[in-house]
């Protein structure tokens, strides 16, 4: 079994910061690409930002220049650095990994359970 385990989240002011983490274990034999997504109340899951193995990003318009996503591929984690928040960036966010477990193992989506980042003053 694999799993997803994020942490970071919380209440932040406008302009603020904040740091998730996602870290990924289990029976992990490779790991393809990992990204970060979003889902606000009412609306539906977007993409924020991934990163390839090999380190390519891509992020949303509504985000670059203002969060990074980074992993660790010793340590089967992805980070997602949030700077100068607004309140439009308030959602549930969900860490997102497609792993295989074997050599001869399709590559499968795994999600974490979400933690939740509110931007309110």
């Known amino acids: 079994q694999v799993q997803l385990v994020e942490s970071g989240g919380g209440l932040v002011q406008p302009g603020g910061s904040l740091r998730l983490s996602c870290a990924a274990s289990g029976s992990i034999f490779s790991i393809n690409s990992m990204a970060w997504y979003r889902q606000a109340p009412g609306k539906e899951r977007e993409l924020v930002a991934g990163?390839?193995?090999?380190?390519?990003?891509d992020y949303a318009d509504s985000v670059k220049g203002r969060f990074t996503i980074s992993r660790d591929n010793a340590k089967n984690t992805v980070d997602l650095q949030l700077n100068s928040l607004k309140p439009e960036d308030t959602a549930v966010y969900y860490c997102?990994?497609?792993?295989?477990?074997?050599?001869?193992?399709?590559?499968?989506?795994?999600w974490g359970q979400g933690t939740q980042v509110t931007v309110s003053s």
């Open positions: 990163i390839t193995s090999g380190g390519s990003t």
């Open positions: 997102n990994a497609v792993i295989r477990t074997g050599s001869w193992r399709t590559p499968v989506d795994y």
